[in-house]
């Protein structure tokens, strides 16, 4: 089969790998119809990471079923279904309390941070930026899509990391009814919180970044665009909300905002949530921030440890929640919502290309290239 396979630091090739099978009963072949390229990959992708050249990207899948093993009961040979990028087992003390984005079977070792299809540090599951992914523990992690699958891939496929993901940055802030709510980052996943947090009700939802295209989307959805590159953001939220500062937060950017040159960071994404959010407010951080450049000055850096203004976070007694995404919490009621025409995630798709253009699209979408916003890649179909 096909995959866009690592080759070193901004370099991928599409080309033959052996087929995924089906190794245990309790799996699932899928042939992949859609899979994205994430704001995560990237740091794969740039080389910050250790992934092994060789081994091939993709977390984010969409796909038909083409065959089951022995102990899979619930999901049949030819259903669409879209896989949370967790891989979890559904049975270990993780996932029975829903934790799983930190299942401790699909994780070799207690010191990871969970189990990913085609990701570093997070087991040795192969990814589907291919034609065919096998997936461990189908029952579980396959989640079943309607009638209308084939022709809305490009919303249902969302569901499989970023749109649970902008949701759980909006469920750790804890936005309500009424809210208004500041989120840092207009990528992908920033696009997703402001559309989660209008889903949940939020009066006004403004969000931060220095891309107009992406800013231009924001708004699409009723969001109000700030642009960090020619105001002061925190005095821009404040502004907004009468100088009370935002109900609650989410930070969508992760590692761009550390300046790892010094702690004196005004610009760094967490101290701005800490100044525009108000007092008592909570903090949702999705971003991630490890690891970090790795020209990096100093070590601390490089294990992601930023410094920002504790002293003022306590003072305002904020809270912050911070995470992979539990993606299976959230997806079927995201599924359903799409299903019912409530929403569609798919409005920040600027590209659906076949496999083979993996290559282009990744150096345009890691050069945040003006509408590059986010890339759907059919490995079939
Ligand atoms: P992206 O890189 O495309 O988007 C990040 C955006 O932040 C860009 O538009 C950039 O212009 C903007 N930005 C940079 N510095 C900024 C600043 N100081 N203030 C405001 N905006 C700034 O990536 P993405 O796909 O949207 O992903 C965002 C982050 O979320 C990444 O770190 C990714 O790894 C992470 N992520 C986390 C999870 C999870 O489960 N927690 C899941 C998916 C992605
Ligand atoms: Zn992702």
Redesign the pocket.
Known sequence: MRAVVYEGPRQISVKDVPDARIERPTDVLVQITSTNI???D??MYEGRTDFEPGRWFGHENLGQVIEVGDGVDKVRVGEYVVLPFNIACGHCKNCERGLTNYCLTAQPEPSMAGAAYGFADMGPWAGGQAELLRVPWGDFNCLRLGEDAQERQADYVMLS??FP?GY?ATEMAAVEPGDQTVI???????LMAALSATIRGASKVMV????PD?LRLAESIGAIPID?STVDPVQAVLDQTMGLGADNGCE??????HDPSGDEQP?L?MNRLVASVRFTGRIGT???FVPQDPGASDDLARQGRIAFDFGTFWFKGQHVGS???PVKRYNRRLRDLIAAGKTEPSFIVSHELPLDRAPEAYEHFDK?EDGWTKVVLHPVG
């Open positions: 994430c704001g995560s990237l740091h990391d970023i993901t759980h840092y980052g207009a990528g992908p996943v920033g931060v970044d220095r891309h992406r960090d969508c950017v992760g590692y761009q905002a610009n994404t999705v971003g991630v995470g992979q995404a945040r």
